[in-house]
């Protein structure tokens, strides 16, 4: 910038800069803040080495929201440019491949991907009645396995530059002739490390759900929202093996001269995107189905009602699971294989539209002559149905070979998958979010301020992301950093007005959260259960003690805590208590975060004795965890009993508040019995 | 079938069960061996055609992986329906991923004419 | 009814071990569902392999490079291993002395061992005749495939010696029980997905 000052680079390098200083400002006020109020110890052994599942999930959700931050202001940048691209713009072609590709890789695997990870983290294993995953300290793990990726991603803006090649890094532009700087190996080992950590997410979520259920719950009682957890773990444990194996391919061929991708000596870069799609297709499930659960949970506790149609949704969550591992080829019907193959996979792409569509009626019946509260994640759960039909028939257009062969490349398909991914994974991570924090700090958030946001995010996704289908039908190339068609001007203004809108609403809502931490004490909902809720999980304090459970419930059907609510057995002491057994802190999950930075950041950099220690301290780490006994330490009956007894007279001294009080300071956390045939 | 009747197990058939399992390893091993040795003895000496060999040897493979879970891995109906169900279920989405692959990318190459063989 | 209940797929530990058969139920399925998370993995890069068998560029193939002896060598090498494993299995299950478990568990070793040693020899001599990975994608292919599973093996053998030396440590106790467990299923897996390797890479390359 400095060698040639012209205006443009001029404008680069300050963003670059800003960016860079963004980070380095982050970091040392983080560091700066924890050293002022002494929270180093705190944060050691009360977060980062805890392997309890709720503080795992609460942490997942904060790299979410930092990462989402970035990926947002990168997306508000790309429109900007594109707004002002008739003929020019203010970035250069290389830092608008940079905004793009950062955007996608972290909005996927460091924004949405830790979102889901952490809400199922913290909600699952209570609304199946356990006292925590299958494997806590691999959870711990796993968590730091992602951090390690969501800190390559960070550093790269101080250090070096990101990739250009977009989200998926298709080769050969990715490799080492065309791309020889640092930017694909730190998609590469981000990308490693992130679904390294996510496969043993999955392994761990699955065998909680097949092995960890309280007596009686059977599979069919279990809440949907733990049901499209255990689908979406499915789908990690098998979809994650090829995108693995295609980044390591790439890799080989980047560091060792293999041949795998390249255009030369029998390499076929074809079959990176037959890999990377094969992983890129259930993953797109992987993100939906959790939202779905959510979805489900928030219309069923605010319409008051039993969930429609249950098994059927059930059956269409499991459909849509196996489903998704046959359509990966609509990712490149143009590649030039047979009219076949384009055929075959473009009915499977549309057959999978039905199970979706089974759920919006399910949903819709679910509200039906339901006690409908326009709650924020109601709000949400609206405007995601509204939306995310559009998407889907979008969606259904472009299962179509033909008419994807005449907006293929366009910006229809960031229309299309903007329309799904936002409406669809952002909204129902974010109602999840309204909804279980009260579960997971004790307060409620500020509803006004909540209300705002999601007036924001819904409109401001309708003004960015609308335009993109006609500019799109109108021709407009995706990624794209300028163009020449003044025509597509307007449009592009509209969208950028949008990212604007939704820049506001991420700002309502970290302001929302600042509003409701200092108006803590009037929105307190210790006694557990501020929305009337159904499953488990709102059968505890909030927060809940760091067992769960004082006592295993004993499950008598589906919906299990509004039965024992209608029941009257909700809230009862039980006749003894019993020590309990919870994993001890352990550092595992720091240490690879730590050794898995360092990995990554020595390969990207070519530091070989750097990659050589790290590999050699994971060996051992491994190996001394081998011989780790005494892993676990006792809660004894006596503290749970006394806790346990806090929290139900807590309970019996809370006035119980009716459902059109539930957003005011008198919601305590005790809902109102709801009179006889009230509600069906 | 309780726990409880298997607890009391008396040490006699504790002896019986082991030589049952002793029995099923050597099986195991047996088979193996047999349907190792063959499709190597075949693709060393025998003048098959090059496809019907291929066909022996997928076959041979196939029966010797479900031996080896049989006797190895000890695999059998008699699971709880979970694990089977898991077994069953990855093999099935092994089977679309590699077949599909197979299928994508020989039809490509059939159609782009692949610099492979440059 | 003595027919004994299988709380998981694989060896059962039985009703003597009490406690630690109990602890087994969980551990063990997490360990399978990972093993068929890794079975999808081996399977993208045997589809790799298949997809990319013409891709020789003009380099050696198969019939250049394969040596069918040093294949066999290798496959009964690793078929006696699992069966020695599978005695180590039934001595720890019917509680024979540690002597005789940590002898097949050496044994199994020593196999494992040498059939690395043999496939490191096969390497060798492929690299002799010209065939490195960056000659062609069809050499690249099979770098990735068959060292993928010796990759394996070598972390197979690791946790053997450190599971020999947790029982130097604790004996038998609930935590080294199931590491064998888990490594047994994991060293059964490894043979068959050699299956796989001898029939697709070797055998189908040399017909």
């Known amino acids: ?680 | 079938m309780s726990e409880r009747i298997v607890d009391n197990q008396a040490p006699a058939e504790w002896k019986q069960q082991e030589r049952r399992e002793f029995r099923s390893y050597v099986w195991g091993i047996g088979l193996a061996l047999l349907l190792t040795v063959a499709p190597f003895a075949l693709v060393h000496w025998a003048a098959i055609p090059r496809f019907s060999l291929l066909i022996v040897i997928g076959v041979f493979a196939v029966v010797q992986m479900l031996v080896h879970f049989r006797f190895f891995l000890h695999i059998g109906f008699i699971q709880k329906r979970e694990d089977l169900q898991l077994i069953l279920f990855s093999a099935l989405l092994l089977t679309i991923m590699v077949a599909g692959t197979v299928w994508i990318m020989a039809s490509l190459a059939a159609r782009m004419v692949m610099p492979d063989r440059l | 009814m003595s027919q004994e209940v299988m709380k998981h797929p694989g060896l059962n530990l039985g009703p003597a071990h009490g406690k630690d058969n109990e602890a087994a139920e969980t551990v063990m399925f997490g360990f399978w569902v990972f093993m068929m998370s890794d079975a999808i993995l081996f399977g993208m890069v045997f589809a790799t392999y298949v997809t990319s068998i013409h891709a020789t560029a003009g380099g050696p193939g198969p019939h250049d490079l394969y040596d069918i002896k040093s294949a066999f060598i290798e496959t009964m090498l690793l078929l006696t291993s699992s069966f020695a494993f599978g005695m180590a299995s039934l001595a720890l299950k019917y509680k024979h002395s540690k002597t005789r478990l940590i002898g097949w568990l050496a044994v199994t070793l020593v196999l494992g061992v040498s059939f690395l040693g043999f496939e490191l020899h096969d390497f060798i001599a492929m690299f002799a005749k010209g065939g490195v990975p960056s000659r062609s994608g069809f050499l690249s292919a099979f770098f990735g495939l068959v060292p993928l599973h010796g990759l394996h093996v070598t972390a197979a053998c690791i946790w053997l010696v450190c599971l020999v030396g947790q029982i130097a440590r604790y004996g038998l106790d609930t935590e080294t029980k199931l590491g064998i467990m888990r490594l047994a299923l994991f060293w059964h897996f490894l043979d068959i997905v050699w299956i796989a390797i001898f029939s697709v890479v070797y055998l189908a390359g040399l017909t």
Not at chain 1, 631 to 660: D, F, G, K, P
């Open chain 1, 1 to 680: 910038m400095l060698q040639h000052p012209t205006e443009a680079n001029i404008v680069n390098g300050c963003i670059a800069t800003a960016a860079a200083s963004m980070v380095m400002i982050g970091a040392i006020v983080t560091v700066a803040l924890l050293t002022k109020y002494r929270l180093w110890s705190v944060l050691w052994s009360d977060w980062v080495t805890s392997p309890d599942h709720k503080k795992i999930g609460i942490m997942y959700v904060v790299i979410a929201f930092v990462m989402l931050v970035r990926a947002l202001i990168e997306a508000v940048l790309m429109r900007g440019q594109q707004a002002f691209g008739l003929g020019g713009g203010f970035l250069s072609p290389d830092h608008f491949a940079q905004l793009f590709s950062t955007h996608g890789t972290i909005m996927i695997f460091f924004m949405a991907m830790p979102f889901l990870t952490g809400v199922i983290n913290y909600v699952m294993p209570m609304q199946i009645g356990a006292r925590d995953v299958s494997f806590p300290v691999l959870n711990s793990i796993s968590l730091g396995l992602t951090a390690a990726g969501a800190a390559l991603v960070m550093i790269s803006l101080v250090i070096g530059k990101f990739s250009t090649g977009g989200w998926f890094g298709y080769p050969p532009y990715t490799e080492a002739n065309f791309s020889p700087g640092v930017g694909p190996d730190y998609w590469i080992w981000a990308l490693s490390l992130a679904s390294l950590g996510s496969t043993f997410t999955g392994i761990n979520f699955a065998v909680t759900i097949y092995k960890e259920r309280a007596p009686g719950m059977k599979m069919m009682r279990m809440p949907l929202f733990t049901w499209t957890a255990l689908c979406t773990s499915i789908l990690m444990i098998f979809a994650m093996p090829p995108l693995t194996v295609a980044t390591a391919q790439l890799a080989l061929d980047r560091y060792l001269g293999f041949h795998y991708f390249t255009n030369a000596l029998g390499g076929n870069m074809m079959h990176f995107a037959n890999l990377f799609w094969l992983f890129g297709h259930p993953e797109v499930y992987i993100l939906i189905l959790p939202a779905f659960g959510v979805y489900s949970e928030v219309i069923s506790t605010f319409s008051s009602k039993v969930l429609y149609g249950y098994r059927s949704l059930v059956m269409a969550t499991m459909a849509i699971a196996v489903l998704s591992f046959t359509v990966w080829l609509h990712h490149f019907f143009t590649m030039g294989q047979g009219a076949d193959i384009n055929a075959v996979f473009g009915i499977a792409s549309m057959l999978i539209g039905i199970p979706t569509g089974v759920k919006v009626y399910n949903w819709m019946l679910t509200m039906f002559r339901g006690r409908v509260r326009f709650t924020v994640p109601m709000i949400y759960s609206i405007g995601f149905i509204l939306l995310f039909v559009l998407g889907g028939i979008s969606g259904i257009l472009l299962a179509s070979p033909t008419i994807d062969y005449q907006v293929h490349n366009t910006v229809f398909l960031v229309a299309h998958f903007h329309n799904v991914a936002v409406p669809g994974v952002l909204f129902g991570m974010i109602a999840g979010y309204h909804f279980w924090f009260p579960k997971a700090f004790g307060f409620r958030l500020n509803e006004r301020w909540g209300v705002f946001s999601a007036l924001c995010w819904i409109f401001g996704f309708m003004l960015a992301f609308f335009p993109l289908y006609a500019l799109g039908i109108m021709g407009l190339p995706r990624r794209t950093v300028a163009y020449t068609e003044p025509s597509y001007v307007p449009f592009e203004w509209v969208a950028f007005l949008g990212a604007l809108l939704i820049l506001a609403a991420l700002a309502l809502l970290l302001w929302q959260l600042w509003v409701s931490i200092k108006h803590r004490d009037e929105n307190r909902v210790f006694a557990g259960d501020p929305w009337d809720g159904r499953s488990l999980e709102w059968s505890m304090s909030a927060p809940p003690p760091k067992y769960n459970f004082a006592l295993i419930p004993a499950v008598k059907g589906r919906d299990a805590f509004a039965l024992a609510k209608e029941e009257g057995t909700a809230f009862q002491p039980p006749d003894a208590y019993a020590d309990i057994e919870l994993p001890k802190n352990s550092a595992m999950g720091p240490v690879i975060a730590a050794i898995g930075f360092a990995l990554g950041f020595g390969l990207v950099w070519h530091i070989w004795w750097l990659v050589i220690l790290a590999v050699l301290a994971a060996i051992a780490t491994m190996i001394i965890r081998g011989f780790a006994r005494d892993t676990t330490c006792i809660v004894t009956a006596h503290e749970v009993r006394q806790e346990h007894r806090r929290w139900l007279n807590a309970v019996a001294m809370a006035t119980a508040v009716s459902r059109s009080k539930e957003r005011e300071p008198a919601n305590a956390g005790l809902a109102e019995r709801e009179p006889q045939g009230a509600v069906s």
